[in-house]
């Protein structure tokens, strides 16, 4: 995998809509749910779409109702197309 530039991560931000940069190396996006019971019906579909990925978010649930998502290729050091993929296969499952 190779690390993104800044110009093909701010293309990427623009197509997968809510997104935004985080940390340096990092994207992160946080929802908002009705109840807590909403909120972990969602952490656990997130967590099958990651695995079935192979690839997995660091997630933050907090308040009873908030789920923070940040993304980041560990093991690059950055941000790579996995990151933007799965970014937009959270979304679909959201």
Known sequence: MTL???A???ERLTAVGDW???QPGSIDREW???DFAA???FVDRVGEVAEQANHHPDILLHGWNKVRLTLSTHSQGGL???DFQLAAQI???A
């Open 80 to 82: 790579t197309d996995a």
């Open 91 to 93: 979304d679909r499952a």
């Open 20 to 22: 935004n940069r985080g």
């Open 32 to 34: 908002t749910f009705p």
């Open 39 to 41: 909120a972990i019906a």
């Open 4 to 6: 993104l530039s800044d």
């Open 8 to 10: 093909e991560i701010d």
